[in-house]
């Protein structure tokens, strides 16, 4: 069976995979944001380290099968080394809560970006986190 690979054009993208979001999880990952690779992630191979094409663009991947990427890459500390996590939304509120980012806060900066998308929230948590991730290490 041949994959079909994701067109940007006429596909809904399963979590926002612009050049920001993919720029702010690596601030993410350079501020401490601590990444268990598991099923269920997406990852950005931003050194073209992954061999085998994308089936998303800009060499974003779906951990699927963990052991297919523990057989490329070698182990998980190579894994957390090389990728990049780009967590979910869902995600995204998971660490809020672990890092006590008040609900009050979120909704406040929700509330000052007058555009609202589901790929605007997810920015807006990432862009959160990274504050707390940049406070905690002061």
Request: neutral net charge; contains cysteine.
């Amino acid at each position: 069976m041949k994959s079909t690979p994701f067109d940007p054009e006429k596909d809904f993208a399963p979590i926002p995979l612009d050049k920001n979001m993919r720029q702010l999880a690596q601030e993410l990952k350079s501020h401490g944001l601590v990444w268990q690779p598991q099923v269920g992630s997406f990852v950005w191979d931003p050194e073209n380290t992954i061999p085998v094409p994308s089936p998303f663009p800009d060499r974003i991947y779906f951990v699927l099968n963990l052991n297919h990427f523990l057989k490329i890459l070698g182990s998980i500390e190579r894994m957390q080394e090389k990728l990049v996590w780009l967590p979910s939304w869902q995600q995204a509120r998971q660490i809020c809560l672990t890092l006590d980012i008040p609900h009050s806060q979120i909704q406040e900066k929700l509330r000052d970006n007058s555009i609202w998308s589901a790929q605007q929230e997810t920015r807006v948590l990432y862009e959160l986190i990274l504050e707390k991730l940049k406070a905690v290490r002061v």
